[in-house]
């Protein structure tokens, strides 16, 4: 709107009427600032698209990593007990224990299990440790993962299975300390789980003699805890029962045909019944869990995806409404033409020809920008980058396409202009 405005005031009809003919028409300079705007929208437009498909591309391809673990039929909830400074670790763990054969005897229930850390994105902490192996020189950094506090159960109600070695002892000692870890670790420090087993690390930095070793014992599955995008550095795994907490996680596992927000009522009852001062927070399914993580990129591809499809229908009625007017003002030229002689399909491929001709400089002018541009996105994608052939390529030939089809309606009627009209009119 801003082009017409700012000439208009300067307008001058002789100079219309001079540039213009008989009749009073555009001139020139409005033609060509027609066509600059169209071929603009254009290159737009193509770096918004590229950009919003990458993003979905990116979602989907989010969408279908595996986390590590069954989320169908998985209920999860946070649990605290009350802080009571006189009670032991035995007498807390066998609290958990009270709790979770309550649970299990729920109508409903096919498996409960207690741990500090759910799946895919939550984490109690991250510790750093040195693998006795693989000794870390003074001045670097240590190696860091996340620590997930779980026992046996918490494994079978999320579906994740041991894929070497053993689990924890039913019933936690006094011997050395044994950790889990997944394959993601025995791939990261190892060639595979098998080489990873019996394994020794320092925990938390203590270097020094004195320190405790831990033992790796058994290789989990890859279970994910940082999220489901970017790679996954692995997870140490340990007793939950050696190191119970009055804050945990209760990972509950549905029986077959059984919906597991339909247990949320009876978990809390049960949990009430043996601790009427417990607290009961952030209920949620597996497949809530899944969903949490995917919300950002989801939001991203629906927001970059919306102004791509936006921008596209603004830069068609543009290219529309400007080879719409081209026939208008030519549609004089174009029946004297046919009436010459001249075959409808010549006048329907020069109309075409026309409006493509301004695409396709925006669409150049555009690609151009998109693989500059989709360079700064490299960081919010996953499992795709960011001048994806596929992507970029199918955003250029559905705008090609979307944009003939605005093309071809014009370009109809101009082939079909009536001859004895036309002159007629004259």
């Known amino acids: 709107g801003l082009f017409p405005a700012l000439k208009a005031p300067g307008a001058r009809i002789s100079e219309g009427l001079r540039e213009g003919g008989t009749r009073l028409g555009p001139s020139a300079w409005t033609r060509r600032a027609r066509s600059f705007l169209v071929t603009a929208q254009f290159a737009v437009s193509v770096p918004v698209l590229v950009g919003g498909g990458l993003l979905v591309a990116s979602f989907l391809a989010l969408a279908h990593v595996d986390p590590g673990f069954d989320a169908d039929r998985v209920l999860a909830l946070d649990v605290s007990l009350p802080a009571d400074p006189d009670r032991t670790n035995q007498e807390l763990s066998q609290s958990w224990d009270q709790l979770l054969q309550e649970i299990q005897s729920l109508p409903g229930v096919a498996l409960a299990g207690v741990g500090r850390g759910r799946p895919p994105a939550e984490h109690p902490f991250t510790n750093n ?12 950094t240590q190696s860091s993962v996340p620590w997930v506090f779980a026992s046996e159960a918490y494994f079978d109600a999320l579906g994740a299975r041991l894929v070497a070695g053993r689990m924890f002892d039913p019933v936690a000692g006094d011997g050395p300390p044994v ?29 020094g003699e004195g320190c405790p070793r831990t033992t790796i014992i058994g290789v989990m599955e890859e279970v994910r805890y940082t999220g489901l995008e970017g790679t996954n550095p692995g997870v140490m795994f340990l007793d939950s029962g050696s190191s119970p907490s009055p804050n945990s996680s209760l990972v509950i596992r549905a029986q077959d045909g059984v919906d597991p927000s339909t247990l949320v009522p009876q978990v809390r009852d049960a949990i009430w019944r043996l601790d009427s001062r417990a607290a009961v927070s952030r209920v ?7 969903s949490r993580n995917l919300r950002a990129p989801r939001y991203l591809a629906a927001l970059m995806g919306s102004f791509g499809g936006l921008s596209l229908l603004l830069a068609v009625i543009g290219i529309y409404g400007v080879m719409d007017y081209f026939v208008r003002q030519h549609r004089r030229d174009m029946g004297i033409r046919i009436a010459l002689g001249g075959e409808p399909n010549h006048v329907l491929r020069l109309v075409l020809s026309r409006g493509m001709a301004l695409v396709a400089v925006g669409l150049g002018v555009g690609l151009v920008a998109a693989l500059f ?6 960081s919010l994608l996953h499992g795709i980058g960011p001048t994806d052939s596929r992507v970029v390529l199918g955003a250029m030939t559905g705008m090609a396409f979307v944009a003939a089809l605005a093309c071809l309606g014009p370009a109809r009627r101009a082939a079909t202009v009536p001859p004895r009209e036309v002159l007629a009119e004259e």
């Open 373 to 378: 541009l989709s360079r700064f996105m490299a």
């Open 284 to 290: 949620a399914t597996g497949q809530d869990l899944l």
């Open 129 to 140: 440790f040195v693998l006795e192996d693989q000794p870390v020189a003074e001045g670097e």
């Open 179 to 207: 950790a889990l870890v997944d394959e993601a670790f025995a791939r990261r420090f190892y060639s595979g789980p098998e080489d990873a087993l019996g394994r020794s690390f320092l925990s938390g930095g203590c270097t």
